[in-house]
Nanobody, 128 residues
Framework: QVQLVESGGGSVQAGGSLRLSCAASGNTDNANCMAWFRQAPGKEREGLASIYITGGGSTNYADSVKGRFVISRDNAQNTVYLQMNSLKPEDTAMYYC????????????????????WGQGTQVTVSS
C-alpha cells in the first residue's frame, strides 16, 4: 500500500502562485509514477501533470496548465510538488495527488491508465 498526503492548498488571488506538496509513504516502490489531478464542483476530474520517478523524471502536462504549472520531485523525501503560477479563477478545485506503477515512462500518463493510490485532496481557491 502507498499512502499519499497533500498539503499546500489555500486561497489566492488571480495571478498568484501556490505550491502543492504530496508526501508518499508505505511501499513507495509501487509508486514510480506520480500525478496531480483536480476536480471542481460539477465537473469531471482532470489530469494535470505526471512525473516518472524512475530515471530522468519525464513529465507530462495537460494543455490547460502547460506553461503555468510545473511538477517536480524530491526522491530523497518521497515528495512530489506542483508549482502553480499565474493562477486563474477557473483553477479553483480540489487537487489530488495520485500514484501508480508504470513499467515504462510512456505509461506514466494522465489518461488511459489507472491510478490505484490517491490522497485526500487539498482545496485551491482562486479569487478574481
Amino acid at each position: 500500500q502507498v499512502q499519499l498526503v497533500e498539503s499546500g492548498g489555500g486561497s489566492v488571488q488571480a495571478g498568484g502562485s501556490l505550491r502543492l506538496s504530496c508526501a508518499a509513504s508505505g511501499n513507495t516502490d509501487n509508486a514510480n509514477c506520480m500525478a496531480w489531478f483536480r476536480q471542481a464542483p460539477g465537473k469531471e476530474r482532470e489530469g494535470l501533470a505526471s512525473i516518472y520517478i524512475t530515471g530522468g523524471g519525464s513529465t507530462n502536462y495537460a494543455d490547460s496548465v502547460k506553461g503555468r504549472f510545473v511538477i517536480s520531485r524530491d526522491n530523497a523525501q518521497n515528495t512530489v510538488y506542483l508549482q502553480m503560477n499565474s493562477l486563474k479563477p477557473e483553477d479553483t478545485a480540489m487537487y489530488y495527488c495520485a500514484a501508480r506503477w508504470a513499467f515504462v515512462s510512456g505509461l506514466c500518463r494522465l489518461s488511459g491508465v489507472t491510478f490505484p493510490y490517491w490522497g485526500q485532496g487539498t482545496q485551491v481557491t482562486v479569487s478574481s
